[in-house]
């Protein structure tokens, strides 16, 4: 298991995941009075987004389980995040990483993940997450006794994170106001795990989970489910809705919420804000009061270099 430090000498990093905070958005709300629209700052978890919650659950889980032990690396598929995540605890706890990545992920995450001295292989970014998910099958079916391979997209301790924590702290920081929960998919482990508790606690909720609009866009981390291997843990009858957002809107978004509200997140966390308003923008229409939850998947430090800044 986890090695914990005395609280009296000290804390141990990964104590730090989850406990972020849901952040007002005044600026977007503005546009539905009745409406609120709060945003999960998952920036704060030591790794800089969400991913840092099923990366820790999954080690925890391989660690309880015996199929994690200190000779092994830790294998998976990423776009980033989670990668990150596996990179960052795998130091803390003294494992080695490797990953595959699409070609394409920004180059703020492979000079991350180089810090943390990961090994990772590159692969083709017209595949995207589907051509990492099979090389990162193919290594370890060559040497499975080298590997512990998580399997972030099949793994059920993965939505098990986000039922445990991500789901009763939106509860607690809403005092149980929140009603409806907006949230994309990529593994799908953020939406059906926080869904699936919120409904447990007031099956009122509207849960509304979101995809990228074609199998060709540019939100990073987010699966077009129609034209990608479906996560074995997504269960599409657990959302009211699914929606498509498309590249542009989440490009806008970053862009208004930096400028607007002072806030620097990321390309995925811009699609979540987009979708949430539009969420809220309907409800205004019809005359209906509530508040409006998402998740800011990760800031805007990993996109920095990306051409859509430029006006």
Not at 79 to 108: D, F, H, Q, R
Not at 234 to 240: C, E, F, G, K, Q
Request: proline content about 6%; overall charge negative.
């Amino acid at each position: 298991m986890i090695t914990r430090i005395n609280k009296r000498t000290g804390t141990n990093v990964t104590e730090l995941v989850g406990g972020t905070p849901l952040l007002e958005l005044p600026s977007i709300s503005a546009e539905t009075p009745g409406v609120r629209i709060l945003g999960k700052a998952e920036w704060h978890n030591p790794g800089g987004s969400v991913k840092d919650r099923p990366a820790l659950w999954m080690i925890r889980d391989g660690e309880m389980r015996g199929t994690l032990t200190p000779e092994k690396t830790i294998l998976d598929a990423t776009s980033g995040n989670t990668g990150i995540a596996y990179a960052w605890i795998g130091a803390a706890l003294g494992y080695k990483v490797k990953l595959c990545m699409p070609k394409n992920a920004s180059e703020e995450r492979k000079k991350i993940l180089r810090a943390y001295g990961v090994d990772f292989v590159l692969t083709d970014p017209g595949e995207g997450s589907d051509g990492a998910i099979r090389e990162a099958r193919r290594l370890y079916a060559e040497d499975p006794e080298r590997y512990f391979y998580p399997d972030q997209y099949s793994n059920p301790a993965n939505p098990k994170s986000h039922y445990e924590s991500t789901a009763p702290e939106i509860w607690e920081q809403t005092e149980g106001e929140v009603t409806h929960f907006v949230a994309g998919l990529g593994t799908s482990g953020t939406f059906v795990g926080t869904a699936t508790r919120l409904k447990e606690l007031n099956p009122e909720v509207r849960v509304v989970s979101f995809e990228p609009d074609g199998a060709f866009h540019g939100l990073e981390g987010m699966k077009h489910m129609g034209s990608a291997i479906v996560p074995p843990i997504y269960d599409p009858t657990i959302a009211d809705e699914n929606r498509a957002t498309a590249t542009e809107d989440a490009y806008d978004m970053v862009k208004r919420v930096a400028r607007e509200e002072g806030i620097l997140i990321g390309i995925s966390a811009g699609a979540a804000v987009a979708t949430a308003l539009e969420v809220a923008r309907e409800m205004e229409a019809a005359g209906e009061s509530g508040t409006v939850v998402t998740i800011l998947c990760d800031g805007a430090d990993k996109y920095l270099s990306d051409n859509f800044w430029e006006d």
